[in-house]
């Protein structure tokens, strides 16, 4: 018998879809006012230091970049008092987790997570043939901590915990964190995804991973969200050099690019922007938040840069979604997380979240006469 091209796990995988392009839909509706609420990006754009560093580079783009980075990585060794062997770099946070994927999953090892996280992992971890154990959440949208440690055994392969989580914005404490740790083999890998960590550091019962030294865990953070390089793709991973030294063994030799690195010096410089950023995003949460308790929504408690609500069902998400779209407003709906009946919203600036609540004060009549508010 004729083996398969290709896999019956990579046939069944779907493409992960990305928020709708702000070009492309300024020419599907000739709109000239447009903001993008979708994907999670700091609305304050990049730090101007990086923008120059990214800038003084491109000169030099003939050349191929330095593979070991030896620059960025003496800036996140001064950052988090580590050595370089403790660090790998790669096009984003998901381009980390592509590298754990092919460095540590066969077809068939088990991997436990919670349902409804981020989905750019779920992908990668089925690209590889793996068996998800995704357990589900608490009423809160919390991870259920005690059904996890059920479910751990010493043939799971890897544990993934995006903390805080997206697209829910909730997270584990400190607790939580160090109760599923007692449950959890020195031979299982744990992935702590901590791609929010700058807006959900300031929470006192967040759990820094850098505040740990467990030898199985792999914490990933990525400079596409707080500083505002998504475009350029640059993300790091922390962990024992046993484990950073097999990534580093099936990773792209010239990954990230030279602007990535350079962009990455240069936001690193830049407190002041950071700290404009995490200011504009505690103001627009807090109005955002009001908002949709004040129109009788339900939104999720979030210590990230986006608020999920529950709209009822998945003909009200997408209607929703869609009158935002006729008017400029693009927001995310969460069918390809499984949560149909949800959308999320990322945090603008005060102008775009203005945008936002005017579109929606003008679709809520029609959209209250048709779906009402979910129970």
Same mark, same amino acid.
């Given at each position: 018998? +004729?083996?398969?091209?290709?896999?019956?796990?990579?046939?069944? @995988?779907?493409?992960?879809? *990305?928020?709708?392009?702000?070009?492309?839909?300024?020419?599907?509706?000739?709109?000239?006012?447009?903001?993008k @609420?979708?994907?999670?990006?700091?609305?304050?754009?990049?730090?101007?230091?990086?923008?120059?560093?990214?800038?003084?580079?491109?000169?030099?783009? /003939?050349?191929?970049?330095?593979?070991?980075?030896?620059?960025?990585?003496?800036?996140?060794?001064?950052?988090? $008092?580590?050595?370089?062997?403790?660090?790998v770099?790669?096009n &984003?946070?998901?381009?980390?987790?592509?590298?754990?994927?092919?460095?540590?999953? +066969?077809?068939?090892?088990?991997?436990?997570? *919670?349902?409804?996280?981020?989905?750019?992992?779920?992908?990668?971890? #089925?690209?590889? &043939?793996?068996?998800?154990?995704?357990?589900?959440?608490?009423?809160?949208? #919390?991870?259920?901590? +005690?059904?996890?440690? #059920?479910?751990?055994?010493?043939?799971?392969?890897?544990?993934?915990?995006?903390?805080?989580?997206?697209?829910?914005?909730?997270?584990?404490?400190?607790?939580?964190?160090?109760?599923?740790?007692? /449950?959890?083999?020195?031979?299982?890998?744990?992935i702590?995804?901590?791609?929010?960590?700058?807006y959900?550091?300031?929470?006192?019962?967040?759990?820094?991973?850098?505040? =740990?030294? =467990?030898?199985?865990?792999?914490?990933?953070?990525?400079f596409?969200?707080?500083?505002?390089?998504?475009?350029?793709?640059?993300?790091?991973? %922390? &962990?024992?050099?046993?484990?950073?030294?097999?990534?580093?063994?099936?990773?792209?030799?010239?990954?990230?690019?030279?602007? *990535?690195?350079k962009?990455?010096?240069?936001?690193?410089?830049?407190?002041? /922007?950071?700290?404009?950023?995490?200011?504009?995003?505690?103001?627009?949460?807090?109005?955002?938040?009001?908002?949709?308790?004040r129109?009788?929504?339900?939104?999720?408690?979030?210590?990230c840069?986006?608020?999920?609500?529950?709209?009822?069902?998945?003909?009200?998400?997408?209607?929703l979604?869609?009158?935002?779209?006729? $008017?400029?407003?693009?927001?995310?709906?969460?069918?390809?997380?499984?949560?149909?009946? /949800?959308?999320?919203?990322?945090?603008?600036? #005060?102008?775009?979240?203005?945008?936002? %609540?005017?579109a929606?004060?003008?679709?809520?009549?029609?959209?209250?006469?048709?779906?009402?508010?979910?129970?």
């Amino acid at each position: 018998m +004729q083996k398969k091209l290709v896999p019956d796990y990579i046939e069944k @995988l779907e493409v992960y879809q *990305a928020g709708k392009p702000v070009d492309e839909l300024a020419r599907e509706k000739n709109l000239t006012r447009i903001s993008k @609420l979708a994907s999670n990006e700091n609305p304050l754009g990049p730090s101007p230091m990086a923008i120059r560093e990214m800038t003084n580079i491109l000169w030099e783009t /003939h050349r191929y970049p330095d593979m070991a980075a030896y620059q960025l990585k003496k800036s996140l060794c001064d950052l988090y $008092r580590l050595k370089p062997e403790n660090i790998v770099l790669g096009n &984003g946070s998901e381009g980390i987790m592509g590298y754990i994927c092919r460095a540590f999953l +066969q077809e068939g090892d088990e991997v436990v997570t *919670a349902t409804n996280t981020f989905i750019g992992f779920l992908i990668l971890a #089925k690209s590889v &043939g793996a068996k998800l154990i995704q357990v589900p959440r608490l009423s809160n949208y #919390k991870y259920d901590v +005690q059904a996890m440690a #059920k479910q751990i055994t010493a043939e799971t392969k890897v544990v993934y915990i995006a903390n805080p989580d997206n697209p829910t914005g909730t997270y584990l404490t400190k607790e939580e964190f160090d109760y599923l740790m007692k /449950h959890v083999s020195p031979h299982t890998i744990v992935i702590l995804d901590e791609a929010y960590f700058e807006y959900a550091k300031e929470w006192p019962d967040y759990p820094d991973s850098m505040d =740990y030294r =467990y030898d199985n865990v792999v914490t990933l953070r990525t400079f596409s969200k707080a500083y505002g390089l998504g475009g350029v793709r640059v993300g790091y991973g %922390f &962990g024992h050099e046993t484990l950073i030294g097999a990534l580093h063994k099936v990773k792209l030799p010239f990954e990230p690019s030279l602007v *990535a690195q350079k962009g990455a010096l240069g936001a690193l410089t830049d407190q002041p /922007h950071l700290d404009r950023t995490l200011s504009n995003n505690r103001k627009r949460y807090q109005e955002t938040f009001d908002f949709l308790k004040r129109h009788n929504f339900k939104p999720i408690s979030s210590v990230c840069n986006f608020i999920t609500f529950k709209t009822g069902s998945a003909e009200a998400s997408l209607d929703l979604y869609n009158s935002l779209l006729d $008017r400029g407003v693009i927001i995310r709906p969460l069918r390809a997380n499984l949560m149909p009946d /949800h959308v999320r919203v990322s945090i603008g600036t #005060k102008i775009e979240m203005q945008h936002f %609540f005017e579109a929606m004060e003008q679709v809520l009549p029609t959209y209250t006469e048709k779906f009402g508010r979910p129970s």
